[in-house]
């Protein structure tokens, strides 16, 4: 089967709506998806860029988007996706790292333009999409300058995306590079279709920035199968629901800052919207908090899934509404890869006790141009980890703890730092929080909470208190932040994970 792209969708159903902006209601149909995408592949092309070569753009969510994607697609490339937030250096970090040929950007980043331009040397082909970029041709201009039919003997292209570097410097996940027909499909296509009652009817919601590997590759994959996404430029709690009732949204894929940010809404707002249309929301990059679960359960009904997997793509654990009200707190059981518990010696643990997720499967990855990062995520044996911490329970269903590389050992004893998080979150007051370990001279290092208020005028003294004994009224003291300070906006990335380690560092070095 090799009719898995938009261009066979179009050959069905031209008109049909491919992509519809939130806001601005800007369209795309499948024929002009289709177009576009085979025009920028001929640039691409005429650039010298043959199957398996890079490129790279930093493009926010806006129409032209998964033209591009697909554009780099039919052309047969590894192509890499950076997020809209990071600086030059970070940028540049990325386009030499990957060995990106090809750059492609919006006016959106021209403030980093010249810095990028001067420190990407190999870079032979700079295009701009939405207007003028300094140092760069107009990719629209030169799309409208070569011929529309598809370039023959096509293979699938593949995405090549860096971590959002939460725990460190972001690594790009090098997965296998596979010259097969375009149009075989991926992976993600049959579990759209089995696991979330996908087709080509389908109305798919995306919120979240299209730049991450989980919003890419589901709205890929929707392109694949036919259905019409509808994609926010920016997620914003109401005008999400309000997009659910104005588009008859089926379909949509959120993380669970979203949920909260959902139900921190006055209920006059949230039953303003008609959510009956929906008939599946999935969520997954981060925990979810049990209550905040319970809560959109009761909300839009049994249609929640949750699933746990990474960019490296070594397992995929899954759960519906109805597995996880008989299993509370978990993210599901293993549909690709078998899940071990391990511990520090590296030996498997009895089911119940709590160590390192591993995956044992068939699909291998590294990350690129770090052979010591690679080493570290497998055993011996050849399982692989993405770094988590969990445990399974006697029915096979697994429950994350946190990401290893944020717990905190405080007078020999492990402490999680998301309970607390999860607790101090359903405060009404509290719109976001961070929970990690500090120095601390008799224990190593003590728990310390960084809040952000929803009022400002919230930060005091005695709302710290009032924080700390919230917590301790949830979990035992000792899981407890035992100080609290605030900030005025935590560095939250848009797909809803917390960078952590930038809030922990300011402590470790104010120390």
């Keep these: 089967m090799t009719d898995l792209y938009p261009g066979a969708v179009a050959q069905r159903t031209p008109d049909r709506p491919a992509i519809i902006m939130a806001e601005s209601g800007a369209t795309l149909t499948y024929a002009e998806l289709d177009e576009a995408a085979n025009r920028y592949s001929k640039v691409f092309a005429a650039a010298g860029l043959l199957p398996g070569a890079g490129l790279a753009f930093c493009v926010e969510n806006r129409l032209e988007f998964l033209a591009l994607v697909w554009g780099a697609h039919y052309a047969g490339l590894r192509y890499t996706a950076i997020s809209t937030r990071l600086g030059a250096e970070e940028i540049s970090y990325i386009v030499n790292d990957c060995g990106a040929r090809a750059f492609v ?8 333009v010249d810095e990028i331009n001067a420190t990407t040397p190999d870079v032979e082909l700079r295009v701009s999409i939405g207007g003028d970029v300094a140092g760069h041709d107009s990719l629209e201009e030169l799309a409208a300058s070569v011929d529309p039919t598809p370039l023959p003997n096509r293979v699938e292209g593949a995405d090549m995306l860096y971590s959002s570097g939460t725990t460190g410097r972001p690594k790009g996940v090098k997965l296998p590079f596979v010259e097969t027909p375009l149009g075989a499909g991926e992976g993600v296509d049959g579990l759209m279709s089995m696991l979330f009652g996908v087709t080509t009817d389908s109305v798919y919601l995306s919120p979240a920035p299209n730049y991450h590997s989980a919003p890419m590759r589901f709205t890929r994959a929707m392109q694949r199968i036919g259905g019409t996404i509808v994609m926010m430029e920016r997620f914003d709690p109401e005008l999400f629901l309000s997009c659910v009732e104005r588009f008859n949204v089926t379909f949509t894929q959120l993380v669970p800052t979203m949920f909260v940010r959902m139900l921190k809404l006055d209920q006059a707002v949230r039953d303003r919207y008609d959510m009956s249309s929906l008939t599946a929301a999935v969520h997954a990059a981060a925990p979810c908090p049990i209550d905040v679960k319970h809560h959109m359960i009761e909300w839009w009904g049994p249609i929640i899934h949750e699933y746990y997997a990474g960019t490296e793509g070594n397992g995929f654990v899954y759960c ?16 690709l890869g078998t899940v071990h518990i391990v511990g520090d010696d590296g030996e498997e643990l009895p089911v119940g006790e709590t160590g390192t997720v ?9 990350y690129h141009n770090d052979p010591e990062k690679t080493k570290e995520s497998y055993l011996d044996n050849g399982w692989s980890t993405l770094g988590d911490i969990g445990r399974l329970d006697d029915d096979g269903y697994l429950y994350l703890t946190d990401r290893k590389a944020f717990m905190i050992i405080s007078g020999g004893v492990n402490i999680y730092p998301q309970e607390a998080e999860n607790a101090l979150t359903m405060h009404p007051k509290v719109y976001d929080v961070a929970v990690f370990g500090v120095p601390n001279e008799d224990f190593g290092e003590e728990v310390k909470a960084v809040v952000q208020p929803v009022d400002p005028a919230d930060a005091t003294p005695e709302f710290a208190a009032e924080l700390i004994n919230f917590c301790r009224e949830r979990l035992s003291s000792i899981k407890c932040p035992r100080s609290v300070d605030f900030d005025p906006s935590l560095p939250r990335e848009e797909n809803g994970k917390l960078y952590k380690r930038i809030i922990r560092d300011r402590y470790r070095l104010e120390s």
């Excluded at 950007?105 to 980093?112: E, M, N």
């Excluded at 519906?320 to 549909?335: D, Q």
């Design 320 to 335: 519906n509404s109805e597995g996880w009200l008989a299993h509370p707190g978990t993210v599901g059981t293993a549909l």
């Design 358 to 366: 591993y995956f044992e499967g068939d699909v291998s990855f590294e």
């Design 105 to 112: 950007t919006t006016p959106h980043k021209s403030d980093a």
